[in-house]
């Protein structure tokens, strides 16, 4: 027995006035009475509904959003409150626009329950002004110098500072401040840096045993008692 294939959505309704008109004793057709018409068609719209590509939940967004939106801020400081409610209040109209594609995402709803809950600790009304989606987000300009460790704004016609650049890599290969590049085989502790400001000394040893080949395995910086005469970066300071 064949198996005859689901018309689609296009042809459903041509293949119905086809089936009607093979009847005997309905040629030509009657027209359709204006209720069953109206039924007919409510049921193509729906069955065109059913073809379209359904909506994207897009609450992963939302969510992304609202932590781009309260990253920045501090809870100890002042104004918090209020700009953490403008956040919930466009986290939530996030999900009420993506409500109905939603449906059944544990996902959202988990969210949906979140919300409702921060928004009942901080006091947070329903109704106000809320954060915008892209926020503009400033950074300090400054100029570090090398000279005292001196911070000091952006502006004037102050030259920019010039900065040195050494550095070790491989057998070792080493780079000196002056751009001149060295391949050396040494094994033990050695000094790459050794002034007033700073001392560092490295350790090499065979990459395997008996080989003349050798890697860094240490390196160890000393520092001059403070005050520093230079600026100390670490992983928070923006360069």
Known sequence: MGVRAAPSCAAAPAAAGAEQSRRPGLWPPSPPPPLLLLLLLSLGLLHAGDCQQPTQCRIQKCTTDFV???????????????????????????????????????VYHSAVLGISDLMSQRNCSKDGPTSSTN???????????????????????QRPPNYLFCGLFGDPHLRTFKDHFQTCKVEGAWPLIDNNYLSVQVTNVPVVPGSSATATNKASMHLPPPPFPFKLFGPSDNL
């Open 135 to 157: 926020p503009e987000v400033t950074h300090d300009p400054c100029n570090y110098h090398s000279h005292g460790g001196v911070r000091e704004h952006g502006g004037g016609d």
């Open 68 to 106: 781009a939106l309260t990253a920045h801020l501090n809870s100890a400081a002042d104004g918090f409150d209020s700009e953490f409610c403008k956040a919930l209040r466009a986290y939530a109209g996030c999900t009420q626009r993506t409500s109905k594609a939603c449906r059944g995402n544990l």
